[in-house]
């Protein structure tokens, strides 16, 4: 399960909670979409990410402030979340329990997410070919992510989790270097 490899026992403990209550409701998405930009809001903010973590802010305050902030603006069952993570003093790992999260609803949903590095960018047809291929080997729903690096010459990289298949073209040159230097010294 990628959420446990990435993140703190804790953090992915508290997301699984999240993610059970929120599947009970039938929000299980929703919850994930609102939780994701909270966490993304987190990351960005410094201000509000030492605010979350600072002992010396009293837990009434803070739990006044995210009654304020997000109060009628995103789901009451978050807010009791926020305000639980509050209590047991855990808000300063939000944005890990979001990304934690974020894991486990695209594990839920059958989907995995897959890095694609090229040498110049693909084709809306060829990415789409590259996602139901790498799917169907995976049967899972990929979830593709482009990058360009052109120092790989041609071909691709593809990382799966922490699983990369090497199907570039600086990878097979540097495998027939290997072959001819050892070959040599026979």
């Not at 009293?58 to 995103?74: A, L, Q, Y």
């Amino acid at each position: 399960m990628k959420a446990q490899e990435h993140y703190s026992q804790v953090a992915v403990a508290w997301a699984q909670a999240l993610l059970e209550l929120a599947n009970e409701r039938k929000q299980a998405e929703e919850i994930g979409r609102e939780l994701s930009q909270i966490g993304e809001l987190v990351q960005q903010d410094e201000q509000m990410r030492v605010f979350l973590a600072n002992p010396a802010v009293g837990e009434i305050e803070r739990g006044d402030v995210i009654k304020r902030t997000f109060g009628g603006r995103i789901d009451p069952m978050l807010v009791n979340f926020m305000l639980l993570l509050n209590t047991k003093r855990r808000l300063a790992i939000l944005s890990e329990i979001a990304a934690a999260y974020d894991d486990l609803i695209e594990e839920q949903l059958g989907k995995i997410e897959v890095d694609v590095i090229v040498a110049q960018k693909l084709s809306a047809e060829q990415l789409e070919e590259v996602r139901q291929r790498v799917g169907a080997a995976l049967k899972k729903d990929a979830v593709v992510h482009q990058y360009v690096d052109d120092s790989i010459i041609g071909g691709l990289v593809i990382r799966v989790q922490d699983q990369v298949i090497d199907a570039s073209v600086k990878a097979q040159l540097t495998a027939m270097k290997r072959q001819l230097l050892t070959a040599r010294t026979k």
